[in-house]
């Protein structure tokens, strides 16, 4: 993560052409997952009867939306990468932070396992069983939130970046495409759950590991700090992050979900004691 966060640092600032001040669109840089599970869907509508904003979804792993942020090319930030979002908010790119909402990754696989996971609650034991049996996995390979948790996994696991071998695959792409390779290779994989519920029943994929504190997945968003990126839509980002932290968001944020899945897909977390 500390590498990431180094390259969004170093990332080179450009200058564009001012964006007027009152626009009615806002660009919300995002996570993939958001918008894979659909959580987007069910929350922008509503967003958009409130206050006649229109938003323009750009959807990338966290690595690539908070890099968005700091040059400016967004107006407001939704991201699960804890320790990026931190640094770049010390450093001054970012003039508030809140926490939204969590849901946990889970180490999904065919159900053969040939690598003999099911079951297991500890995420790095499991990592270090794939490694040393050289099974298939797919990875993001993208500087997501979940190719970060990834390699810290990896890390713990005794290997000190990503792995090498013909069963490594890096697929550079989001959540979904990423689950669809994967089953395609019947190969295992580290998802969220809710973009892994969403897709459950195109995929042969099945749950392998989960219920470790290590795959606990947090979301917050971020406003930008003006300073930094003068042409952004300061009122359009700031009406949205107080929005997805609002009773209403945080109450369909609960909701989504249930009905299709029997579960909430994600957890509101507005309010609480942050400690990420």
Known sequence: ????????????????????AQS??????????????????????VFERRTGYRVKVIAVGS?????????GDADVVLSHAPEAERLLVDSGYFVRRRLVMHN???????????????????????????????????????????????????????????PRGDWYVESGQGMGATLQLADEKRAYTLTDRATYLAWRDKLQLVPMVEGDSLLY???????????????????????????IVSAEAQALIGQF????????????????????
């Open 24 to 45: 009615p669109v806002i660009i919300l840089a995002t996570t993939t997952s958001t918008r894979d599970a659909g959580l987007l869907d069910s929350l922008l509508p």
């Open 63 to 71: 690595g690539q939306a908070l890099a968005m942020g700091r040059r």
């Open 257 to 276: 979900g249930r009905s299709a899945f029997g579960q909430s897909l994600f957890v509101p977390d507005a309010g609480k004691p942050d400690r990420w």
């Open 104 to 162: 946990e990754f889970l180490v999904v696989g065919p159900a053969s396992d040939g690598a003999g996971l099911r079951g297991l609650s500890d995420a790095v034991a499991a990592f270090r069983r794939i490694a040393d049996r050289g099974v298939p996995f797919v990875s993001r390979g993208d500087q997501s939130g979940t190719h970060q948790r990834e390699l810290a996994l990896w890390k713990r696991a005794g290997l000190p970046g990503a």
């Open 217 to 243: 997945n947090v979301y917050h968003v971020l406003e930008l700090n003006p300073h930094n990126a003068a042409r952004i839509n300061v009122a359009g980002g700031q009406a949205f992050a107080d929005f």
């Open 1 to 20: 993560m500390l590498a990431l966060a180094t390259v969004l640092l170093a990332a080179p600032c450009r200058t564009l052409p001012p964006v007027a």
